[in-house]
């Protein structure tokens, strides 16, 4: 048939051809035109016929047919049989941030000074978050009580906490703390606001409800000054364990603990920050429902701690006393607020391998211990006292001494740099290592680094969330002081922690093969060329010498 025109829908001529439908018709016979035909498809007739002229063709596709199907249930067999028998993944347990990381306990107004008033405060503080994050490896920082009156007050005593709602002047306003706040979360670091719920300033606005300030005992009670544990609000005595200046709450009245909701309610508009409840012991299954109301309110975390973190001061025996509950919630550092800083380095690494909460104490990374003396600066905390002996001398203050960035104390405050006062106060308390000098060139391994170490490994899982077991220790072990334990997460490799602070050398040989076949020294310090870092040994036999220095080695199961 031939189809030819100009009518737009075919402009051309074009020969349509069709399929013979003769079965019998050879495949390349001519049509009338002289044209030969197409091949045809084969029909389901063809192919009945085909198989029974040429029977292998039917077996080859049977063949593949029974193939295809034994290939597929083998592979589906296989995928059944790795499921069933590949050991499942160990468990991992979800963390909160202060159990995934360590943390950095800051005194703001002791840190680093932006206003030339050689007190630090908060903005100081942001410009410093970078060695926070990146030098030490901080997780979330904890704030010392930064509420009005910590620092200014007419009595010049710290802690004299007046207002909950309010920022101490000397740390900043309103303003600056959220722009700590949002400092903090730009870099990854969560907020921690220490507010101290046991006692307030004898001025505090609510002392006007007087139902909520604890009544004073008929029998007397004596403060930790000394002195009568008496203060005199509107003519009435109420208790204060502290003295006259302050006054404790009444923990147990509703009423108090509602303001206490209203006090603390504020910060929970901070997403990721947390309110650290402390010094509040007997009340605190109340509090903790406090915070519970407020959590589930606002749809955010808050940590409620009832007692001081744990100073680890002591043996690590000691320590194995704990239950396992108290050893997961308690909070370990080397120094606090109330306690000063201790050239220990054994202690400061067993709160990165014991399990807990780690808080490193600022300043701490720089192990350097601080002593009394009558020396007063002309910067924080200038002549302020403390409230437990109305002294300027205490272990308590020396809790609040600036941060030694460096000698000449410009990176404290830029107001330092043409006077040598900063100086003479590094002197007065022999502080012969600063931030500068510890993370200078060419230095070589100094507590800084150490402290780097440790927060670097405590990301493994068996320290994070793992098992404690002290190692049986032998007569042996008992004499020359070691103290071995060994930390575990089901699933995962273990460690084995070799502790010692005693000053007299001694050595000694030790089999680690009940727990690992092979160990891997991860840290070792002092460092010894016996031990190189990350070069498998065996832990049969395991030679440890200490010559009288701390010892920290830590190795890893192979």
């Given at each position: 048939?031939?189809?030819?025109?100009?009518?737009?829908?075919?402009?051309?001529?074009e020969?349509?051809?069709?399929?013979?439908?003769?079965?019998?018709?050879?495949d390349?016979n001519e049509?009338?035109?002289?044209?030969?035909?197409?091949?045809?498809?084969?029909?389901?007739?063809?192919?009945?016929?085909?198989?029974?002229k040429?029977?292998?063709?039917?077996?080859?596709?049977?063949?593949?047919?029974?193939?295809?199907?034994?290939?597929?249930?083998?592979?589906?067999?296989?995928?059944?049989?790795?499921?069933?028998?590949?050991?499942?993944?160990?468990?991992?347990?979800v963390?909160?941030?202060?159990?995934?990381?360590?943390?950095?306990?800051?005194?703001?107004?002791?840190y680093?000074?932006?206003?030339?008033?050689?007190?630090?405060?908060?903005?100081?503080?942001?410009?410093?978050?970078?060695?926070?994050?990146?030098?030490?490896?901080?997780g979330?920082?904890?704030?010392?009580?930064?509420?009005s009156?910590?620092?200014?007050?007419?009595?010049?005593?710290?802690?004299?906490?007046?207002?909950?709602?309010?920022?101490?002047?000397?740390?900043?306003?309103?303003?600056d703390?959220?722009?700590?706040v949002?400092?903090?979360?730009?870099?990854?670091?969560?907020?921690v606001?220490t507010?101290?719920f046991?006692?307030?300033s004898?001025?505090?606005?609510?002392?006007?409800?007087?139902s909520?300030?604890?009544?004073?005992?008929?029998?007397?009670?004596?403060?930790?000054?000394?002195?009568?544990?008496?203060t005199?609000?509107?003519?009435?005595?109420?208790?204060?364990?502290?003295?006259s200046?302050?006054v404790?709450?009444?923990?147990?009245?509703?009423?108090?603990?509602?303001?206490?909701?209203?006090?603390?309610?504020w910060?929970?508009?901070y997403?990721?920050?947390?309110?650290?409840?402390?010094?509040?012991?007997e009340?605190?299954r109340?509090?903790?429902k406090?915070?519970?109301?407020?959590?589930?309110?606002?749809?955010?975390?808050?940590?409620?701690?009832?007692?001081?973190?744990?100073?680890?001061n002591?043996?690590?025996?000691?320590?194995?006393?704990?239950?396992v509950?108290?050893?997961?919630?308690?909070?370990?550092?080397?120094?606090?607020?109330?306690?000063?800083?201790q050239?220990?380095?054994?202690?400061?690494?067993?709160?990165?391998?014991?399990?807990?909460?780690?808080?490193?104490?600022?300043?701490?990374e720089?192990?350097?211990?601080?002593?009394?003396?009558?020396?007063?600066?002309?910067?924080?905390?200038f002549?302020?006292?403390?409230?437990?002996?109305?002294?300027?001398e205490?272990?308590?203050?020396?809790?609040?001494?600036?941060?030694?960035?460096?000698?000449?104390?410009?990176?404290?405050?830029?107001?330092?740099?043409n006077?040598?006062?900063?100086?003479?106060?590094?002197?007065a308390?022999?502080?012969?290592?600063?931030?500068?000098?510890?993370?200078s060139s060419?230095?070589?391994i100094?507590?800084?680094?150490?402290v780097?170490?440790?927060?670097?490994?405590?990301?493994?899982?068996s320290?994070?969330?793992g098992?404690?077991?002290?190692?049986?220790?032998?007569?042996?072990?008992?004499?020359?002081?070691?103290?071995i334990?060994e930390?575990?997460?089901?699933?995962?490799?273990?460690?084995?922690?070799?502790?010692?602070?005693?000053s007299?050398?001694?050595?000694?040989?030790?089999?680690?093969?009940?727990?690992?076949?092979?160990?891997?020294?991860?840290i070792?310090?002092?460092?010894?060329?016996?031990?190189?870092?990350?070069?498998?040994?065996?832990?049969?036999?395991?030679?440890?010498?200490?010559d009288?220095?701390?010892?920290?080695?830590?190795?890893?199961?192979?």
């Amino acid at each position: 048939m031939s189809l030819s025109g100009t009518n737009g829908r075919v402009p051309y001529d074009e020969e349509v051809g069709f399929l013979p439908t003769s079965k019998d018709s050879p495949d390349t016979n001519e049509n009338e035109a002289g044209q030969k035909d197409t091949y045809r498809l084969l029909t389901r007739e063809d192919l009945m016929q085909l198989d029974s002229k040429e029977p292998l063709w039917l077996r080859l596709r049977w063949g593949l047919f029974i193939l295809f199907w034994i290939v597929w249930i083998g592979l589906l067999l296989a995928a059944i049989l790795i499921i069933v028998f590949t050991p499942k993944c160990p468990p991992r347990p979800v963390l909160p941030f202060w159990r995934s990381s360590a943390g950095y306990w800051v005194n703001p107004f002791a840190y680093a000074d932006s206003t030339g008033d050689k007190i630090g405060d908060l903005r100081g503080l942001v410009e410093r978050l970078g060695y926070i994050k990146s030098t030490i490896g901080a997780g979330f920082i904890v704030l010392s009580s930064i509420f009005s009156g910590q620092f200014t007050n007419d009595q010049k005593t710290l802690g004299l906490v007046d207002d909950f709602y309010t920022i101490d002047p000397a740390a900043g306003t309103m303003e600056d703390f959220k722009y700590f706040v949002r400092s903090c979360h730009k870099n990854g670091i969560h907020v921690v606001l220490t507010m101290d719920f046991n006692s307030v300033s004898a001025k505090h606005s609510w002392t006007d409800s007087t139902s909520m300030l604890e009544p004073y005992p008929s029998g007397g009670r004596i403060s930790r000054l000394g002195g009568d544990a008496r203060t005199v609000i509107q003519g009435t005595g109420y208790y204060s364990v502290l003295g006259s200046q302050f006054v404790d709450l009444n923990l147990r009245e509703s009423v108090t603990l509602d303001r206490v909701s209203l006090g603390s309610k504020w910060f929970a508009k901070y997403p990721t920050s947390q309110i650290y409840l402390n010094e509040s012991v007997e009340v605190v299954r109340r509090i903790r429902k406090v915070v519970d109301e407020m959590s589930e309110s606002s749809g955010k975390p808050k940590k409620a701690s009832p007692t001081n973190p744990l100073v680890i001061n002591n043996n690590i025996l000691t320590y194995d006393m704990l239950s396992v509950d108290d050893r997961d919630s308690m909070a370990l550092a080397a120094a606090s607020t109330t306690d000063p800083r201790q050239s220990d380095l054994v202690a400061l690494a067993s709160t990165f391998l014991l399990p807990g909460t780690c808080l490193l104490y600022y300043g701490s990374e720089l192990n350097e211990e601080t002593r009394n003396t009558k020396f007063t600066a002309d910067f924080y905390p200038f002549d302020e006292k403390t409230v437990f002996t109305g002294s300027n001398e205490t272990d308590v203050l020396l809790s609040q001494l600036a941060m030694p960035w460096d000698q000449s104390g410009v990176g404290f405050s830029a107001m330092l740099s043409n006077v040598t006062s900063f100086t003479e106060y590094l002197k007065a308390f022999k502080f012969n290592e600063t931030v500068e000098s510890a993370t200078s060139s060419g230095r070589g391994i100094t507590s800084l680094s150490l402290v780097q170490d440790l927060v670097a490994i405590r990301k493994n899982e068996s320290l994070l969330w793992g098992g404690f077991r002290m190692l049986q220790p032998s007569r042996i072990t008992e004499e020359l002081n070691f103290e071995i334990f060994e930390r575990k997460a089901e699933g995962f490799p273990a460690f084995i922690i070799v502790l010692r602070k005693e000053s007299n050398a001694v050595s000694g040989t030790f089999d680690f093969s009940s727990v690992c076949p092979s160990i891997i020294p991860k840290i070792i310090y002092p460092p010894n060329r016996n031990f190189p870092i990350d070069q498998p040994v065996s832990s049969q036999r395991v030679y440890l010498k200490s010559d009288g220095q701390p010892m920290i080695y830590v190795f890893k199961c192979e």
